[in-house]
């Protein structure tokens, strides 16, 4: 459902069984630009990154003034606010809550006075030693306002502070394990962090003389902007009147590990992550599945819109012709009343209708990305079935996603159907005559010599770094292991 705004709408219609997306961050130095209003369109472009909370924080060389509130970045801000924010530099986020719930106090950025100074922060990712971290600030004095791991990194550049900022963000970066891509506003600075393992994607931009820094290219695209490169991963861009500078943390591991999730489900297609076009990896993970899987039926069909591009790379390859036989109801918003109890089998139909004349008498290969808990696929095996539909095959673009991600990805051990089933098993659950999920090897296998540069660990418990469960510990591989240091 990448490019979506439909998973901010689960709360309310919980028909749509996906992993929730993390955040979405976007900073601009532009002394002559409207700052403000650019930041604005960028967070629209991110939007499907998270939907719960939006915010703009803008500095003006003497201070940073902060707007955020719940909901989509087009219910926070208006033209009056807009207009009211002047200043050349500014970091916006939306945000989906990973750590921390869901109530205002953590919707971001976030804004500090500390001794030298004020500090936003944007983050996107999850600091998997949080806990951690969080008792040894406390028990030295820290208060914290809210449950947000992001707050826990403000207080560490600040405990650093006798240092120059920089400094502080170097040291911080020791401490903290996990995913984290960050930006940081000064009164006059805009930094830009990516952490060492690089699981989080931000880019590079420019649009003049201004700098941008966004979590995807498409944000770029949208502003008018255009794109330089990624960030290294332990990479720190600092930029202001002197230009950019670019300088590396301290900790250099062996190893990448951007989130193959991003490929297969989370970034807008549009997009280009890594040096790899979103819309062309899926496109190959359809034509890998093909490959791997060479069932004889009559068409191919996608679960919109997250399994479309892959669907297309499935009939390419297969020859067996695409057809749209899902329809989405693409005005399912977030006022929208959830079903009463006597109405609630309705269910999954209130967001997809099968269309009954092209399903009708065929044998139908159903393409999505990936499942979650498997009721909702259970319930589009069985949509189409009703509509006359005679074989019904259900290919995923991604392996079994077994595991939880500490990274940024709301999925929980008990949910994960595959973490409790075997393929078999899920294939009689959601009651398909066919059930393929992309192998590992043939996922990695897309990004040629650059399969080893990504994060599996929900489906292959490579964890490349440290995470909290003891019951994972035996499937880790250590950071240590990778040289980290
Ligand atoms: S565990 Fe999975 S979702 Fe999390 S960063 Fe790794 S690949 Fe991405």
Same mark, same amino acid.
């Given at each position: 459902m990448a490019g979506d705004f439909g998973n901010g709408y689960d709360e309310v219609l919980p028909v749509v069984d996906k992993p929730r997306e993390e955040c979405g961050i976007f900073g601009i130095y532009g002394p002559g630009f409207d700052v403000a209003r650019l930041t604005y369109y960028g967070l629209y472009a991110l939007q499907h990154r998270g939907q719960e909370s939006a915010g703009i924080a803008v500095g003006n060389g003497s201070k940073i003034r902060l707007a955020k509130g719940m909901g989509l970045v087009s219910d926070v801000f208006n033209d009056e606010k807009l207009g009211s924010f002047q200043g050349h530099l500014a970091i916006g986020h939306v945000r989906y809550s990973t750590t921390g719930s869901n109530n205002p106090a953590n919707a971001q950025p976030l804004v500090f006075n500390y001794s030298r100074g004020m500090i936003g922060l944007s983050h996107n990712g999850n600091i998997s030693n949080i806990a951690e971290l969080r008792r040894q600030l406390s028990s030295t004095g820290s208060v914290f306002q809210s449950t947000t791991d992001s707050e826990v990194i403000v207080n560490l550049i600040a405990r650093y502070s006798q240092n120059s900022l920089v400094e502080a963000i170097v040291k911080s970066m020791i401490d903290l394990k996990g995913a984290y891509s960050l930006l940081v506003l000064t009164e006059n600075k805009l930094i830009g962090i990516r952490d060492p393992f690089g699981f989080r994607p931000l880019c590079l931009g420019r649009k003049g003389d201004a700098y941008i820094l966004a979590s995807e290219s498409c944000a770029l695209d949208t502003i008018g902007a255009e794109f330089v490169r990624d960030l290294e991963p332990g990479e720190i861009v600092v930029i202001d009147e002197d230009g950019l500078q670019s300088l590396q943390s301290l900790q250099v591991p062996r190893r990448k590990a951007h989130c193959i999730f991003e490929y297969i489900y989370?970034? *807008?297609?549009?997009s280009r992550i890594d040096g790899f076009n979103v819309n062309r990896v899926r496109y190959e993970m359809g034509r890998q599945l093909a490959r791997e899987y060479p069932v004889e039926a009559d068409l191919v069909i996608p679960v919109p819109d997250s399994g479309t591009i892959a669907a297309r790379g499935f009939a390419w390859e297969s020859g067996i012709p695409f057809e749209e036989g899902l329809m989405k109801n *693409?005005?399912?918003? *977030?006022t929208f009343i959830q079903p009463t109890q006597d109405i609630r089998e309705l269910g999954v139909r209130l967001k997809l209708n099968p269309v009954r004349h092209i399903l009708q008498g065929k044998r139908v290969v159903l393409i999505d990305d990936s499942i979650v808990r498997g009721t909702t696929s259970g319930k589009i095996v069985s949509m189409v079935r009703e509509c006359g539909a005679r074989e019904v095959h259900f290919c995923l673009s991604s392996p079994p996603t077994k595991l939880p991600c500490y990274y940024g990805i709301d999925t929980s051990l008990s949910e994960l159907i595959a973490a409790h089933k075997t393929v078999e098993e899920i294939r009689e659950y959601i009651s398909a005559d066919g059930l393929h999920y992309l192998s590992q090897e043939g996922l990695l296998g897309i990004f040629g010599e650059a399969r080893g540069n990504f994060c599996t660990a929900c489906f292959s418990g490579d964890y490349p770094t440290y995470v909290p469960d003891p019951n994972l510990q035996g499937k880790l591989v250590f950071e240590e292991e990778h040289g980290c240091g």
């Open positions: 989370f970034a *807008r297609p549009d *693409r005005y399912v918003g *977030r």
